[in-house]
């Protein structure tokens, strides 16, 4: 499965502003089936409708009540107590399609992003193959567009703040901790980036802070800010820049953004005229599903059928000089 649900404990590490995909891996792709995920006892299944790498794609979450909203009905935490968070995986590591929450449909499924009205991917560009990291979103948080961020003189990007987990392994399940922080302001936006390992990653206890990414994963945090930088450049966009001068900023920083953005969310949530699909379960939501709506939801969407075949350009390089940027 390319997507997946993957919580854990997020331990933060440290934070970037930036200012200004290959096929999916055969072990990201080895489902066509429901499977269950646990948090906190809760069991999660995810099941899939349409065609993969078209624009009916739908990727649904269903807990023991039914089909749920990631973003709304998943707990921000795992373990308030400990810092751990509930982590969904959108992108797996070295994957193109460039998969999202959608937070414009009912029950937030995950679909393919559209760019000029078809199935969207990311290049690869040397010596970066695809996403360097399991890339999703913590539940429950939102990067609120109407407010502008006093450290970043931007407004926020208008998603669930996103995460990038570094481990060793290509997620299907599992938890992690917060081990680093980017902020990337990108189209005059703020999009905060959290950097993450699974805690049942082999080097988990050994990583947290980013001095130990450093030390443990040597160039990691160089090709993430590298990969952020360039990797709109070969759709004809100009290079990221970033906030704090490319700095990676502290877990406690961390734990204040993801706090803030949470309570944007739960504010989102009671909006009587949310330019965002706020429907869902979870208490305080001023629109909520039940179960029998919920199963309406999914079941006049397009049933699973076989994937589309990829773009024949996903197998291309783009290499971009130092001259370029």
């Known amino acids: 499965m390319f997507t997946d ?38 069991k999660y299944e995810i099941e899939e409708r349409g065609s993969l790498y078209t624009l009916d794609y739908r990727c649904y979450f269903k807990g023991p009540q039914g089909y749920i909203s990631p973003w709304h009905d998943i707990p921000l935490y795992d373990d308030e107590s400990k810092k751990v968070f509930n982590m969904m995986v959108e992108i797996p590591r070295w994957t193109n399609a460039k998969m999202e929450i959608s937070t414009r449909d009912p029950l937030s499924p995950i679909k393919q992003d559209m760019k ?13 193959r695809g996403a360097l990291w399991n890339y999703g979103a913590l539940p429950q948080t939102w990067e609120n567009n109407t407010h502008v961020d006093p450290r970043t003189g931007a407004t926020g990007d208008n998603d669930p703040i996103d995460v990038l987990e570094i481990g060793s392994a290509i997620h299907k399940t599992g938890s992690v901790k917060i081990v680093g922080c980017l902020a990337l302001v990108d189209g005059g936006e703020t999009d905060w980036k959290l950097m993450a390992i699974d805690v049942a990653d082999p080097v988990a206890n050994d990583v947290n802070s980013m001095d130990d990414v450093e030390r443990v994963f040597p160039g ?43 309570g944007f969310w739960k504010k989102l949530i009671k909006v009587p005229k949310p330019h965002l699909n706020t429907l869902a379960q979870v208490g305080g939501a001023l629109y909520k599903t039940t179960p029998a709506a919920a199963a309406e939801i999914v079941a006049a969407t397009p049933e699973i059928r076989r994937a589309s075949d990829l773009p024949a350009d996903l197998e291309r390089w783009h290499y971009i000089s130092e001259s370029k940027l």
Do not use: W
């Open 5 to 42: 649900i993957f919580f854990g404990t997020l331990a933060i590490l440290g934070v970037a502003t930036i200012t200004k995909e290959s096929s999916l891996t055969k072990e990201a792709l080895a489902h066509n089936d429901t499977r269950q995920h646990d948090s906190i006892g809760v």
């Open 116 to 128: 000029n009205g078809k199935a969207r991917f990311t290049s690869n560009i040397f010596p970066h």
């Open 220 to 262: 990691q945090p160089k090709a993430t800010r590298e990969y952020l930088r360039t990797y709109k450049i070969p759709s004809g966009k100009g290079e990221n820049t970033f906030g704090f001068d490319g700095k990676f900023m502290d877990a406690a920083f961390c734990h204040e953004v993801i706090e803030e953005t949470h």
